[in-house]
């Protein structure tokens, strides 16, 4: 996959969108027409919105070999309206010979990149407000809702506004017991929800380059709670081991990055080494400040899941705090594994029974009550802590439940102590 060269200066997000529109180059504020590689849709958002639009156009998927379709949110279906509403996805795609149909195999984002769909210099789009989780494998990827998915799907083409570039870089690296999920609260709370302005925010610096892919997922999905259209991070050997892993072989990392001198519309730098681990107050990821500001807050639920906070990585972290310890009683936590293939993983490496030995109640592989969905939802008064992206009030559960957000570290600390708590004093 090549990327075409330009006199002019481009970002990394102006490459990816020149190649998809055939160009060049792009200029910032500009519209085009893109070729989509890939779209993504899931169970609530995908084939029951879509299918009675293209019946009603009389049109089929322009490509059936560039959608892939995962059931997350309705499953497992617990009651007849479930039932249907992942009946019409399997159905429709076994109609309209969408083969990359992944059912009940762990949530969109995790699955997506897990199979290899994802690779550098793709233009992707998805059909839920974390689709920006694609941008760490170098790809161009955001959110749509189902009207312009039927586009997508008819013509196999999307318009966008080249967006300009916000750079936050990050220098130095985490300290133990620090992660992405941390970062993503601390730039909630210093830029604000609105801080990407619906621009392509690419992330950069020794921080991000010493990350994980697990944990460069973490940040380009939060990306949708500062706002912004595309979380980008420019691929490296990290990116390309982690391809070649999943079976990708025909992966470039070659060019896809932002040229010396490329025009920003911000460029935000922040010391890694100086954060300290975060927690966002109820109802806004925008209410975070350092953990120590809400010690003591007592808990009754810890909840370990979401495409933000329950891959591998994630579940690796809570479990170097909660091995040779108990959850607190009258506390419960609850975990909920992003994917099949990491829960599998968890388990035949033992990180599994660590959590489960410390009395984690492990729920099924799916979005869950990050989508207020399941019988796990928060009830009337309950406080809880969560690995979620997103704390807004009626969302988990209850309106009256009040969810603080944390890291794997932050949220299983918090369960062995019974109240919110720095990882680092269990860390040390």
């Not at 899931?42 to 919105?49: F, L, N, Q, V």
């Not at 560039?66 to 997350?72: A, E």
């Not at 009830?379 to 809880?384: E, H, L, P, R």
């Amino acid at each position: 996959m090549k990327m075409s060269t330009h006199a002019t200066p481009q970002t990394l997000a102006q490459k990816l969108i020149a190649r998809a529109c055939g160009r060049a180059a792009v200029t910032s504020g500009e519209i085009v027409t893109c070729r989509v590689d890939l779209a993504m849709m899931h169970d609530s958002g995908g084939p029951r919105r879509v299918k009675p639009m293209l019946e009603q156009l009389g049109a089929s998927v322009w490509d059936p070999e560039k959608v892939v379709v995962v059931t997350d949110h309705y499953v497992p279906a617990e009651d007849e309206e479930s039932r249907r509403i992942v009946q019409i996805a399997r159905d429709w795609t076994r109609a309209e010979g969408v083969r990359r149909f992944h059912d009940e195999e762990g949530i969109c984002h995790i699955v997506v990149p897990q199979k290899g769909y994802l690779k550098p210099g793709m233009f992707a789009v998805g059909g839920d407000s974390h689709s920006p989780t694609g941008g760490a494998f170098g790809a161009y990827m955001f959110g749509i809702g189902s009207t312009e998915m039927l586009g997508v799907l008819v013509t196999g083409e999307i318009w966008l506004s080249v967006p300009h570039t916000i750079r936050i870089a990050w220098d130095n690296y985490l300290p133990p017991g620090v992660s992405a999920k941390d970062m993503m609260l601390f730039l909630c709370a210093h830029l604000g929800m609105d801080g990407g302005q619906y621009q392509a925010v690419e992330y950069s610096g020794r921080a991000v380059a010493a990350l994980s892919m697990q944990e460069r997922m973490t940040l380009s999905n939060m990306t949708a709670e500062l706002g912004g259209q595309a979380g980008l991070i420019a691929p490296d050997e990290v990116t390309m081991q982690w391809l070649a892993a999943v079976g990708v072989r025909d992966a470039s990392a070659e060019g896809w990055r932002s040229d010396p001198g490329a025009s920003l519309l911000a460029n935000h730098v922040f010391d890694a080494a100086a954060l300290p681990p975060q927690v966002a107050a109820p109802d806004s990821p925008s209410r975070a400040a350092a953990v120590g500001e809400y010690g003591g807050v007592g808990i009754d639920v810890a909840y370990v899941g979401a495409c933000t906070g329950a891959k591998l990585d994630d579940l690796r972290m809570a479990a170097s705090v909660l091995k040779g310890r108990r959850v607190a009683n009258g506390v419960r936590l609850l975990v909920a594994p992003a994917s099949m293939h990491d829960q599998a993983a968890a388990r035949d490496e033992g990180t599994l029974a660590t959590l489960v030995s410390a009395g984690a109640e492990l729920l099924p592989t799916a979005c869950g009550a990050c989508a207020g969905y399941g019988g796990h939802l928060l009830q009337d008064g309950t406080v809880a802590i969560s690995t979620t992206a997103r704390n807004f009030k009626g969302r988990m559960g209850s309106a009256s439940a009040r969810i603080y957000l944390g890291s794997p570290y932050t949220v299983a600390a918090s369960a062995v102590t019974g109240r919110i708590t720095d990882p680092r004093e269990l860390l040390q």
